[in-house]
């Protein structure tokens, strides 16, 4: 099933990554709301006007991508961005559906090591970990936020790297790779407004 979609990015340095993403949705592509290569250019204008036009465009979608890149935090929106899909808006008498949320983990110098790492525990089991750092809180805050729990592993306690968390991560490749996937699954945890996460929809 397709779901109209909107993605978050810090553009100096993923919009590549975000024209990649769109090309791969192929024909659901359509039901894209966001910014693309053509959209004009607003850096010059209010910020009271930036957010109308990003409200317009995030309004009506289900689900929301966020590009994870390096720098995303020196980003003015970001943060913002998914506040507002998270949050039920009411517009001329129709509310808005909490939004699903993925995080895709942009590619740098050939891998993802500026944001994730392995461990291996005691028992030999190897867990993927994240640098809390360089993501905004609200990202944070969503990450292994499942109620109740189901472990992937009740030995180690790990989390099941796509239902464990309200906002997952995963790496650009495997989402250019089958997008269809993620979108659908980000968009299955939002439903009952995400009754199945401790959600935090504030920054």
């Not at 894209?32 to 910020?47: A, R």
């Not at 036009?53 to 966020?66: E, F, G, P, Q, R």
Request: glycine content about 4%.
């Amino acid at each position: 099933m397709s779901h109209k979609t909107f993605i978050s990015y810090k553009y100096s340095e993923a919009s590549q990554l975000r024209d990649d993403i769109i090309d791969a949705l192929g024909d659901d592509a359509t039901y894209y709301k966001g910014e693309t290569s053509d959209s004009p250019d607003l850096t010059d204008t209010s910020t009271e006007n930036i957010k109308k036009n990003l409200k317009d465009m995030m309004y009506d979608t289900s689900v929301t991508i966020v590009i994870l890149s390096p720098n995303m935090k020196e980003s003015n929106w970001i943060d913002w961005e998914i506040e507002y899909c998270l949050k039920s808006i009411s517009r001329k008498g129709r509310t808005s559906h909490t939004n699903g949320v993925v995080g895709v983990i942009q590619k740098v110098d050939g891998n993802y090591d500026w944001l994730q790492y392995t461990v291996t525990r005691e028992d030999g089991h190897v867990n993927t970990r994240y640098h809390a750092d360089k993501l905004f809180d609200i990202i944070n805050k969503n990450r292994y936020n499942q109620n109740p729990v189901v472990y992937a592993c009740e030995k180690c306690k790990s989390y099941d790297y796509l239902n464990g968390s309200y906002i997952a991560f995963v790496t650009e490749e495997d989402f250019l790779a089958n997008p269809q996937k993620y979108i659908d699954n980000a968009y299955d945890k939002s439903e009952n407004d995400a009754s199945g996460y401790d959600l935090v929809k504030q920054r």
